[in-house]
T-cell receptor
Framework: NAGVTQTPKFRVLKTGQSMTLLCAQD?????MYWYRQDPGMGLRLIHY???????AKGEVPDGYNVSRLKKQNFLLGLESAAPSQTSVYFC??????????FGSGTRLTVV | AQSVTQLDSHVSVSEGTPVLLRCNYS??????LFWYVQHPNKGLQLLLK??????LVKGINGFEAEFKKSETSFHLTKPSAHMSDAAEYFC??????????FGAGTTVTVRA
């Protein structure tokens, strides 16, 4: 099925560990985004990309890095996980910056 | 700056009765507005969007929203709630092509 696929769906990390979340889309969208969702705060933009090889900071970028080496993939990295990064992470892609397709999310717990 | 405020954090309705979810927006120009729904442990699904065409926007699953510039509102309604409508709903404004600004969300409970 066409859409946005996130892996893994669940992960538990210890403080200080690193990990990479993978987002893949098969719709040939230029724009891709990483959001985090916390209770009562809606979704907040971490980083985004407007095309292959480009990345930019969103509103809560600290502690995260991203890469977009291929148009269809957008990776989110945590170099040294902290409990404050416990959240649900959503990837999204868009053709025109207005209609977004979201992945099903990655639930990350940092202990 | 563009932002949205969802006026109710939780709404409880009986099955078969109308649903009203309230959203006010703040924007210095004509905004693009959206409503998304999130069912438990699922991703976000677009219900409808307003992009300066008709002020009454019809979406999926019987939902509709009306853009009222004079009231800076974009409330979501459905004439008759179904059990499957139990979910969290987000009002969203497009800040630019790189960023959406989300409301805090409204959780809808549907009583049998």
């Amino acid at each position: 099925n066409a859409g946005v696929t996130q892996t893994p769906k669940f992960r538990v990390l210890k403080t200080g560990q690193s990990m990479t979340l993978l987002c893949a889309q098969d719709m040939n969208h230029e724009y891709m985004y990483w959001y985090r969702q916390d209770p009562g705060m809606g979704l907040r933009l971490i980083h985004y990309s407007v095309g292959e090889g480009t990345t930019a900071k969103g509103e809560v970028p600290d502690g995260y890095n991203v890469s977009r080496l291929k148009k269809q993939n957008f990776l989110l990295g945590l170099e040294s996980a902290a409990p404050s990064q416990t959240s649900v992470y959503f990837c999204a892609s868009s053709f025109d910056g207005y209609g977004y397709t979201f992945g099903s999310g990655t639930r990350l717990t940092v202990v | 700056a563009q932002s949205v405020t969802q006026l109710d954090s939780h709404v409880s309705v009986s099955e078969g009765t109308p649903v009203l979810l309230r959203c006010n927006y703040s924007s210095s120009y004509s905004p693009s507005l959206f409503w998304y729904v999130q069912h438990p442990n699922k991703g976000l699904q677009l219900l409808l969007k307003y992009t300066s065409a008709a002020t009454l926007v019809k979406g999926i699953n019987g939902f509709e929203a009306e853009f009222k510039k004079s009231e800076t509102s974009f409330h979501l309604t459905k004439p008759s709630a179904h059990m499957s409508d139990a979910a969290e709903y987000f009002c969203v404004v497009s800040v630019n092509v790189y960023k959406l600004s989300f409301g805090a969300g409204t959780t809808v409970t549907v009583r049998a």
